[in-house]
DNA sequence: TGCCAGGCCGGGT
DNA sequence: ACCCGGCATGGC
C-alpha cells in the first residue's frame, strides 16, 4: 500500500508543472463567466458534471432572467429545475442553488463587494455551512470569484498529482492544498491560471481509465518518486 | 453501447 | 473517521 500523507516533492516540481502546462496550452482565461454572480452559480452546475452542459443552463437561466440573484429567487421551483436540467443533477442543483443564493441575498444583500469584505478564511467556513457546497466548490468561488489565494483542488488535480506521484493515490483534498502551499507562493492569479491549466491536461491526457501519458506535455518530471511502500 | 464529466450529501459501518 | 449509493443529462 502506498503512503496516505503527502509525498515529499522538491519545491521546483510544481513550477516546472506549471510553466509546461502554460507553454503547452497557453492561458485558459478562466472563470468563464459575465459576473461573480454567474461564476458562483457555474461553480455549483459543474459539480461532476461537463462544462458543455453546464454552458446550457447557464443560457436557460440568462433567458429567464436568473442571473441576477433577484431574478434568480424570483423562478419558482419548477422553472428553475427546468432551466438546469441540461447541467444534470437538476432537482439537487435547484435545491443547493436555492440555499446559495437565499444565503447571498439576505447576509451580503446579493453583493459581492459585501460578500468578499469578510475574511476569507470565515467567508469560507460560512460557504461550507450552506448545502451542497464543499470544499472545491467553495474554493473555487474564494479563488474565482474573489481573487482569493486558495489552490483549487479537483478531481483532475489529484489524478494528475498522483499519476506524476506527487500525492499518494489515497490523497485528501487538503494534502493536494499543502502540497500547492508548500511549493508556491500565494498568488491568485497563478492559483487561477495552474487549476484551469490542469483541467485542460487532464481532460484531455489524464482519463479515468485510458491515461494517455506517451502524449502528455508534463512528460517525465524530475525529483517525483518518494512514495513510501 | 457504455463510460464519463471541473462533487456533495446522508446513512451505514 | 471512512465507505458507499444516489443524484441525471449529454457527448464521445
Known amino acids: 500500500m502506498l503512503s496516505c500523507r503527502v509525498v515529499k ?3 521546483a516540481t510544481l513550477r516546472v508543472i506549471y510553466r509546461r502546462l502554460l507553454r503547452a496550452f497557453g492561458p485558459q482565461g478562466w472563470w468563464p463567466a459575465r459576473s461573480p454572480f454567474e461564476m458562483m452559480v457555474g461553480a455549483v452546475l459543474t459539480q461532476a458534471t461537463n462544462w458543455r452542459n ?26 428553475l429545475e427546468g432551466a438546469i436540467r441540461p447541467a444534470g443533477y ?38 461550507l455551512g450552506l448545502h451542497g457546497i464543499g470544499p472545491e466548490t467553495a474554493d473555487s468561488i474564494l479563488l474565482y470569484a474573489g481573487a482569493v489565494p486558495v489552490f483549487v483542488v479537483d478531481a483532475y488535480t489529484v489524478r ?30 497563478l492559483y487561477n491560471e495552474f487549476h484551469a491549466l490542469l483541467v485542460a491536461v487532464g481532460k484531455r491526457y489524464c482519463h479515468r481509465r485510458s491515461p494517455d501519458c506517451a502524449q502528455c506535455p508534463l512528460g517525465d518530471l524530475p525529483h517525483t518518486i518518494e512514495v513510501s511502500a
Open 90 to 127: 437538476f432537482r439537487q442543483k435547484a435545491k443547493r442553488l436555492r440555499a446559495f443564493a437565499r444565503w447571498y441575498v439576505t447576509r451580503y444583500a446579493g453583493s459581492p463587494r459585501r460578500m468578499f469584505r469578510t475574511p476569507w478564511p470565515t467567508l469560507r467556513h460560512e460557504l
Open 54 to 79: 453546464v454552458e446550457r443552463a447557464i443560457a436557460r437561466l440568462r433567458r429567464a432572467g436568473a442571473l441576477r440573484p433577484q431574478g434568480f429567487l424570483a423562478l419558482r421551483r419548477g422553472e
Open 160 to 189: 494528475v498529482f498522483t499519476r506524476h506521484r506527487l500525492l499518494s493515490r489515497k490523497a485528501t483534498y487538503d494534502m493536494g492544498q499543502r502540497l500547492a502551499g508548500r511549493s508556491l507562493p500565494a498568488d491568485a492569479a
Open 9 to 11: 516533492g522538491r519545491p
